[in-house]
């Protein structure tokens, strides 16, 4: 019994440890948030609706909303119902919603 929940925890740490790095590999930092925070608030867009999408992080947007370049960041952003969102361009997850 002892020697399952052995490998039981250890195949349960490896999971987290899994997800962790997978979590680690969008990261927005500092310097990022405060270039992106400066940028959209002198280059305001129109919201878009979208029903049913949910605005979290790692939601991906559909290839019918546009996406919009901010200088110095790999990160593209829009605004979904009058919220604004850093998007991954690759794969048009949302990295980080700003309220």
Not at 18 to 44: C, H, I, L, M, S
Not at 61 to 69: A, K, Q, R, S, Y
Request: net charge negative.
């Amino acid at each position: 019994m002892g020697m399952h929940l052995s490998s039981a925890a250890a195949a349960l740490l490896l999971l987290a440890s899994v997800g962790a790095v997978a979590a680690q590999d969008v990261v927005v930092t500092p310097e990022q948030d405060t270039v992106v925070g400066e940028y959209v608030k002198k280059q305001p867009l129109a919201s878009v609706k979208l029903p049913g999408v949910e605005l979290n992080v790692g939601t991906a947007l559909p290839d019918t909303v546009e996406l919009h370049e901010v200088p110095n960041v790999k990160y593209r952003y829009t605004v979904v119902d009058n919220r604004t969102v850093l998007v991954d361009p690759s794969t048009r997850k949302i990295v980080k919603v700003y309220d």
